[in-house]
């Protein structure tokens, strides 16, 4: 089981001479967790191109993209020792469901072992399921692209609809796939800040 030896672990996996997409790549296929790694790029790439769009850092999208679900790496089962032992806050609802916590092992393997300093792009892989009360642009591609590319293969079936409520605005596009959510019996919880972000997002949409 991967314990707090996580990041020295993952550190002996990559060298400074690859490119940051063959680090990423390398510690998905260490961990046998290619299919991943493959929605990962899918999203990097659909990220960087909403940013361009909107005008938003395209760089640290494609970064934050490739990122977002590098936490995957680490078993459902073993997400909430990990955590603890990576010193992770939880949330009783991650402790129920803790798929959700990938979000936030994301954050730290980014920080840890990327060196990534910039706030706007933690704060997008750590919030990237979830959202949050304030998503800045960034949290809001990030998060969107992850719908768009989804990880079950082919086109999610709301794909039309989320680019057309997209088109209104980033924030449209969230409140529109947030508020699907928040009414589908496939929802087993509420996690905090899914529920902060749905009140603004219906605060200033609806």
Request: glycine share 4%; charged share 25%.
């Amino acid at each position: 089981m991967i314990t707090i030896s996580l990041i020295e672990e993952i550190r002996r996996l990559i060298n400074d001479e690859d490119s940051f997409e063959t680090q990423v790549q390398k510690i998905f296929v260490a961990y046998h967790c290619v299919p991943i790694f493959d929605h990962s790029l899918e999203v990097a790439r659909e990220a960087k191109a909403l940013a361009k769009t909107y005008g938003e850092d395209a760089y640290g999208a494609f970064r934050a993209g490739l990122l977002h679900d590098i936490g995957g790496i680490i078993p459902n089962e073993n997400r909430v020792s990990v955590a603890t032992k990576l010193e992770i806050d939880l949330y009783e609802e991650e402790h129920t469901v803790p798929m959700i916590i990938h979000q936030k092992i994301s954050k730290v393997i980014a920080k840890e072992i990327f060196h990534i300093e910039d706030q706007n792009v933690l704060t997008a892989i750590e919030t990237h399921t979830t959202l949050h009360k304030k998503p800045s642009a960034l949290d809001h591609i990030v998060f969107l692209a992850d719908k768009l590319k989804w990880d079950q293969g082919g086109e999610p079936p709301y794909g039309d609809e989320l680019r057309r409520a997209m088109q209104q605005s980033l924030e449209y596009g969230s409140f529109y796939f947030i508020d699907q959510l928040y009414h589908s019996p496939s929802l087993k919880i509420i996690h905090p800040w899914l529920r902060d972000a749905y009140e603004r997002l219906k605060a200033t949409n609806e």
